[in-house]
C-alpha cells in the first residue's frame, strides 16, 4: 500500500504495586492465563488455548473481544514466557502485544502492563490522539483489575 498503511506503534502502559508475591502474581496472571485473562480483562468474551497446555514460549490462542457491542476475532501467540519476569503476547492476526512485566519491590510486585497497537490504518490517522487516550485508560483499568484479581477483590 506504498508505505501508507502504518502510522507506527501506539501503546497504553500502567504499573500497579500488588500486596502479592512475585511468584503468586507470576503464576495466576501467567501460568494459568487462560484462566484468568477474563477476569481482568472483560472485554474478551471467548478464550482459547490452541495449543496444548501448558502455557509457554510459543503457545497460541484465540480471543474474541467485544467493544461497543462489536465483537473482534483474533489469533495471538506468547512471544515472551520468562520464569517471574514477562509474559507477552502478541497478535498472529492483529497488530497488537500485550506485556506484563513483574518486579519485585519489598514484600510487594510492580506489574507494569503494556498494550500497544503496532500500526493504525491511514483512515485512523486522523484519530490517533483518542486512540493513545483509549489505549492508556484500557491500561490504567487492566492493571486495576489486575490489582483488584491479586489482592482478592471483585476485579
Same mark, same amino acid.
Given at each position: 500500500?506504498?508505505?501508507?498503511?502504518?502510522?507506527?506503534?501506539?501503546?497504553?502502559?500502567?504499573?500497579?504495586?500488588?500486596?502479592?508475591?512475585?511468584?503468586?502474581?507470576? #503464576?495466576?496472571?501467567? #501460568?494459568?492465563?487462560?484462566?484468568?485473562?477474563?477476569?481482568?480483562?472483560?472485554?474478551?468474551?471467548?478464550?482459547?488455548?490452541?495449543?496444548?497446555?501448558?502455557?509457554?514460549?510459543?503457545?497460541?490462542?484465540?480471543?474474541?473481544?467485544?467493544?461497543?457491542?462489536?465483537?473482534?476475532?483474533?489469533?495471538?501467540?506468547?512471544?515472551?514466557?520468562?520464569?517471574?519476569?514477562?509474559?507477552?503476547?502478541?497478535?498472529?492476526?492483529?497488530?497488537?502485544?500485550?506485556?506484563?512485566?513483574?518486579?519485585?519491590?519489598?514484600?510487594?510486585?510492580?506489574?507494569?502492563?503494556?498494550?500497544?497497537?503496532?500500526?493504525?490504518?491511514?483512515?485512523?490517522?486522523?484519530?490517533?490522539?483518542?486512540?493513545?487516550?483509549?489505549?492508556?485508560?484500557?491500561?490504567?483499568?487492566?492493571?486495576?483489575?489486575?490489582?483488584?484479581?491479586?489482592?482478592?477483590?471483585?476485579?
Amino acid at each position: 500500500m506504498l508505505g501508507l498503511a502504518s502510522s507506527g506503534p501506539i501503546q497504553g502502559r500502567s504499573e500497579s504495586l500488588v500486596r502479592c508475591s512475585l511468584a503468586d502474581a507470576y #503464576h495466576v496472571i501467567a #501460568h494459568c492465563f487462560f484462566d484468568n485473562y477474563q477476569k481482568w480483562c472483560p472485554q474478551v468474551v471467548e478464550l482459547e488455548q490452541l495449543s496444548s497446555p501448558p502455557i509457554q514460549l510459543g503457545s497460541k490462542g484465540r480471543q474474541v473481544t467485544r467493544d461497543r457491542g462489536i465483537d473482534s476475532e483474533s489469533l495471538f501467540d506468547v512471544t515472551k514466557f520468562a520464569p517471574s519476569t514477562e509474559l507477552e503476547i502478541t497478535g498472529s492476526t492483529e497488530p497488537f502485544r500485550s506485556s506484563y512485566q513483574f518486579d519485585k519491590i519489598g514484600d510487594e510486585t510492580q506489574i507494569t502492563f503494556i498494550f500497544e497497537l503496532k500500526e493504525i490504518d491511514l483512515v485512523m490517522r486522523p484519530f490517533q490522539k483518542l486512540i493513545k487516550s483509549a489505549l492508556q485508560d484500557g491500561a490504567e483499568q487492566t492493571a486495576e483489575n489486575i490489582k483488584n484479581l491479586l489482592e482478592g477483590r471483585t476485579p
